[in-house]
């Protein structure tokens, strides 16, 4: 049974950091695309950065690359997504997604495997 669970989100002031994990189980994910999305009450799933679960080619919204950085552990079958400088619209539940695609630039529909999301909050 394949698992993405996702921790490390709360509650953080404006221009602080976050680093969430997906830690990924349950098959292998060697020619996966690790994504990572977030969802806003009443917004659609928006995407926010990927990795290649083999090799190191990673893809931001433009939004979020100054910003964020995602990363993987092979070894601990985990992927991160670490954020700085977070602004009260970073504001989402942030789901963790493993993709199956010939692009890095990630869609959900393009996505098989989720994660139950982990919650971000950013006071101003």
């Known amino acids: 049974q394949v698992q993405l669970v996702e921790s490390g989100g709360g509650l953080v002031q404006a221009g602080g950091s976050l680093r969430l994990s997906c830690a990924a189980s349950g098959r292998t994910f060697s020619g996966f695309i690790m994504g990572w999305f977030r969802q806003a009450p009443g917004e659609e799933r928006e995407f926010v950065a990927a990795?290649?679960?083999?090799?190191?080619?990673?893809y931001y919204a433009d939004s979020m690359k100054v910003r964020f950085t995602i990363s993987k552990d092979i070894t601990k079958n985990t992927v991160y997504l670490q954020m700085s400088s977070l602004k009260p619209e970073d504001t989402a539940t942030y789901y963790c997604?493993?993709?199956?695609?010939?692009?890095?630039?990630?869609?959900?529909?393009?996505?098989?495997?989720w994660g139950q999301g982990t919650q971000v909050s950013v006071s101003s």
């Open positions: 997604a493993a993709c199956s695609s010939l692009t890095i630039a990630v869609t959900p529909r393009s996505c098989e495997y």
């Open positions: 990795i290649r679960w083999s090799g190191g080619s990673a």
